[in-house]
């Protein structure tokens, strides 16, 4: 099965610019989709389709994805951004909806 | 607006059953999948299957085949997730999630709040 594979942990200042990695077997073929996630809360759906963002995620959020990674960039970091987030893709294997690990983003 | 409401909290004895319901509103329920994601304390999100609304088709989870089952009551637009033979290691939260895509791909754009299913003797 596909294997998504993202750093356990990321941290960065306020203001700054975090980047969360998601490697994958030649992820930039397919759409990646990425999810914030609170503690006690639900996933919410910050980027689909590698770059398009749904209507009240800030435009600070963005995507791309090429080669074998594809990456989140959160621009001019807010400590409200501090969270876990998760990739994820939809794979042709048997097990078709495949999420990373998750990253854990600390604002410092 | 899109809601997914949940049932609430549960508490099992290894080897019972356990049936989370997945209320929809706020769109027509047979148009769009359900997807059910689970995350154990501490840990990432892991997939088990989906079901469409309007067929009642299903897939599974490698994982899970033969342990859980997905069913829905359309006119109460409402999905339920049953999961037998529980284990101390089934001990999450349980999440249904609206999926959506433009061709094959699917993504989540809307989630329920979850339900904590806890496994003890």
């Known amino acids: 099965s596909y294997v998504l594979t993202q750093p356990p942990s990321v941290s960065v200042a306020p203001g700054k610019t975090a980047r969360i990695t998601c490697g994958g077997n030649?992820?930039?073929?397919?759409?990646v989709h990425w999810y914030q996630q609170k503690p006690g809360q639900a996933p919410v759906l910050v980027i689909y389709?590698?770059?398009d963002r749904p209507s009240g995620i800030p435009e600070r959020f963005s995507g791309s994805n090429s080669g074998n990674t594809a990456t989140l960039t959160i621009s001019r970091v807010e400590a409200g951004d501090e969270a876990d987030y998760y990739c994820q893709v939809w794979d042709s294997s048997s097990d078709p909806v495949v999420f990373g690990g998750g990253t854990k983003l600390t604002v410092l | 607006q899109v809601q997914l409401v949940q049932s609430g909290a549960e508490v099992k004895k290894p080897g019972a059953s356990v049936k989370v319901s997945c209320k929809a509103s706020g769109y027509t329920f047979t148009s769009y999948d359900i997807n059910w994601v689970r995350q154990a304390t501490g840990q990432g999100l892991e997939w088990m299957g989906w079901m469409n609304p309007n067929s009642g088709n299903t897939g599974y989870a490698q994982k899970f085949q033969g342990r859980v089952t997905m069913t829905r009551n359309t006119s109460i637009s409402t999905a339920y997730m049953e999961l037998s033979s529980l284990r101390s290691e089934d001990t999450a939260v349980y999440y249904c999630a609206r999926e959506e895509h433009r061709g094959v791909a699917a993504f989540f754009g809307d989630w329920g709040q979850g339900t904590l299913v806890t496994v003890s003797s």
């Open positions: 389709y590698d770059s």
């Open positions: 030649n992820i930039g073929s397919k759409s």
